[in-house]
């Protein structure tokens, strides 16, 4: 099992700044991919950025030039840096995990996710 813990969140003005932890019980060079969903109210989970093994990374266009998803290998860490916040950014942010799994019952992709840490954008 895996268990990830998010840290960061909180209450910032629009234009501001924040940074999303998520510090994860195991090596993350195990993990193939790491990222953050956010989930506004009334609507659907939404991917933000995510980051294959410790290469490639996908932005949702809405966060592009203003977030930025990055991991740290030896504190087993995935971050968010979220730069020029704006109302519409306000969410739950969730960290995933993506894990290629082997054993006796199953063998394939296992998805572990964070708590959520809330991040509210004033006008």
């Known amino acids: 099992q895996v268990q990830l813990v998010e840290s960061g969140g909180g209450l910032v003005q629009s234009g501001g700044s924040l940074r999303l932890s998520c510090t994860a019980s195991?090596?993350?060079?195990?993990?193939?991919?790491m990222g953050w969903y956010r989930q506004a109210p009334g609507k659907q989970r939404e991917l933000v950025a995510e980051?294959?093994?410790?290469?490639?990374?996908n932005y949702v266009d809405s966060v592009k030039g203003r977030f930025t998803i990055s991991r740290d290998n030896a504190k087993n860490t995935l971050y968010l840096q979220l730069n020029s916040l704006k109302p519409e950014d306000t969410a739950v942010y969730y960290c995933?995990?993506?894990?290629?799994?082997?054993?006796?019952?199953?063998?394939?992709?296992?998805?572990?996710w964070g708590q959520g840490t809330q991040v509210t954008v004033s006008s």
């Open positions: 995933y995990a993506l894990r290629y799994i082997a054993t006796a019952a199953y063998t394939g992709p296992r998805e572990y």
């Open positions: 195991i090596n993350i060079l195990s993990i193939y991919s």
């Open positions: 980051i294959i093994n410790d290469g490639p990374t």
